[in-house]
């Protein structure tokens, strides 16, 4: 089924059709840094943002109703997009275990899928993920949001409500030093070095979005400085929508050690690897952990 307008009125949209779409599990998964849940909402949980150069808030009732708030029918399309809406996830999820042999691989990958539907991959702008995955490095959740909101407030362009992610431009002009002083520590130059590449060379994101294959688009993102596999995989599945991208972090890395068999690839979930990442990740850090 397809997501679809139900009505428009004072600037929010009631949209029906989304299925199993949850706006708290593709919120709080650690794949984007500008949206916050809002306290004392109306609805059963909200997230408010920006992104596209916009601010805008996600939000869901109880009966999993979505409504986007502050936006018109003419923006629909854009947040559809956004939020992977037209996506078909139960034909994702059949694929991730299609190749996997029956045994316990198979079946904690089952358990990981079932416990985490809802989780949607964003459509994010490609500059905006490069840089705030080189900000996450070594990182954690609130000191990477921290660091963006100074840059954003610092060099973005006023939007509604905020600021808007700063262009690779006004970075580069900036500099290295102004960038520093956005306590970002090591990671400056790094920033510096990736807006310096993606100001000068206009086509470098969309090469990137053009290789072939996972390895060539691999290695032109690690022809910037501190971009090593981790933060391209996570560039690649976030901002270019490259769903064979399988990021290994400490949670990705805890859960295959507690959960899989020692000789376990990962390159069995097949091209929807990225995906299945994102259900281990909330199935060992929110469910294994306890904290939902």
Same mark, same amino acid.
């Given at each position: ?8 009125? =004072? ?13 708290? /599990? ?7 840094? /500008? ?17 596209? $150069? ?9 009966? $999993? ?24 996830? +139960? ?72 600021? +808007?992610?700063?262009?690779? =431009? ?45 390895? +060539?688009?691999?290695?032109? @993102?690690?022809?910037?400085? $501190? ?9 690649? @599945? ?5 769903? =064979? ?39 060992? /850090? ?7």
């Amino acid at each position: 089924m397809s997501a679809y307008i139900i009505s428009e009125k =004072d600037n929010v949209l009631e949209i029906g059709g989304v299925g199993d779409f949850s706006v708290f /599990r593709t919120f709080d998964c650690g794949q984007c840094f /500008r949206f916050d849940p809002v306290e004392n909402s109306k609805y059963k949980c909200e997230f408010s943002g920006f992104a596209r $150069g916009r601010r805008v808030s996600f939000a869901q009732n109880e009966e $999993g109703k979505l409504y986007i708030i502050g936006a018109t029918e003419k923006d629909f399309p854009t947040w559809e997009e956004y939020l992977s809406l037209s996506e078909d996830y +139960d034909a994702f999820n059949t694929s991730i275990t299609a190749e996997m042999q029956d045994g316990a691989d198979k079946d904690v990958t089952l358990k990981a899928i079932r416990s985490s539907l809802g989780i949607r991959i964003l459509k994010q702008d490609r500059w905006e993920a490069l840089c705030s995955f080189i900000v996450s490095q070594n990182n954690n959740i609130p000191r990477i949001k921290k660091i963006i909101s100074a840059m954003c407030e610092k060099y973005g362009a006023p939007i509604d409500g905020g600021f +808007d992610f700063p262009t690779a =431009d006004v970075l580069m002009n900036a500099g290295e030093e102004e960038i520093f002083n956005l306590r970002t520590g090591f990671r400056a130059k790094y920033i510096y070095d990736a807006a310096k590449k993606v100001s000068e060379d206009k086509s470098f994101l969309e090469n990137v979005s053009l290789s072939q294959s996972y390895e +060539d688009a691999e290695r032109l @993102l690690s022809s910037v400085k $501190g971009v090593g596999p981790k933060v391209a995989a996570c560039t690649l @599945l976030f901002g270019f929508g490259r769903y =064979d991208a399988f990021p290994v972090d400490v949670w990705i890395k805890r859960v295959l050690e507690k959960h899989y068999t020692k000789d376990f690839d990962y390159r069995v979930f097949g091209k929807y690897a990225g995906i299945a990442q994102q259900y281990l990740f909330y199935f060992e /850090r929110y469910l294994n952990a306890g904290a939902e």
